[in-house]
C-alpha cells in the first residue's frame, strides 16, 4: 500500500507538470457549436464558437463576431444538446407518475375529470422543467482561480 502511494505521489507531480495549457481544449470545440463564455469581470456571452487562438476566442453573437482575450476568459461551457432530450424524458416521467399518483389516489375519472386530467398535466409540465434544469453544461475550459475575480 505504500509503494503505491509513493508512485501516485512520484506520478501526479510529473503528470501536472507535463499537462498541456487547458486552454488546447477548446481545439475540441466545432465551428458553430453552441457555447458560453464567461469573463473575470462576471459577465457571460452565449453564441457559436468560431475559432480559439493562442491569444483569444472568438464567438459570433446575434449582433456580429466577438473575440475575447485568453487574459479575460473564465471559463468557456459547452451547452450540450440533452436539454431537449431530458426535457421531454422529464415530461413522459413526470406525466406517467401523475397518472400513477391518480390511480393510486382512487379518484374516479368519471366523478372528477377534471382533476384526474390537470393533474398529470401539470407532473407532466414539472418534470419537463426539471428536466431541463438539469441538464449539465460542459466546461470545455476554466482559467487558473488566481485569473478569476469575484
Not at 99 to 110: C, K, M, T
Not at 116 to 133: D, H, Y
Request: proline share 5%.
Amino acid at each position: 500500500m505504500k509503494r503505491l502511494a509513493v508512485l501516485l505521489l512520484g506520478i501526479l507531480p510529473v503528470s501536472v507538470l507535463c499537462a498541456k495549457d487547458k486552454w488546447d481544449s477548446l481545439r475540441k470545440l466545432k465551428a458553430g457549436e453552441k457555447i458560453q463564455v464567461t469573463q473575470v469581470d462576471g459577465i457571460t456571452h452565449e453564441g457559436r464558437f468560431r475559432e480559439a487562438t493562442a491569444e483569444n476566442i472568438t464567438l459570433a453573437l446575434p449582433g456580429g463576431e466577438m473575440a475575447i482575450p485568453k487574459a479575460e476568459v473564465a471559463f468557456v461551457a459547452r451547452w450540450p444538446h440533452l436539454k431537449k432530450i431530458n426535457r421531454d424524458i422529464g415530461g413522459v416521467i413526470g406525466l406517467i407518475a401523475g397518472i400513477g399518483l391518480i390511480a393510486a389516489s382512487g379518484v374516479d375519472a368519471g366523478t372528477c375529470p377534471s382533476q384526474s386530467g390537470e393533474f398529470p398535466v401539470a407532473t407532466g409540465q414539472l418534470g419537463a422543467w426539471i428536466g431541463e434544469k438539469v441538464s449539465p453544461t460542459w466546461v470545455v475550459y476554466r482559467a487558473p482561480k488566481a485569473a478569476v475575480k469575484r
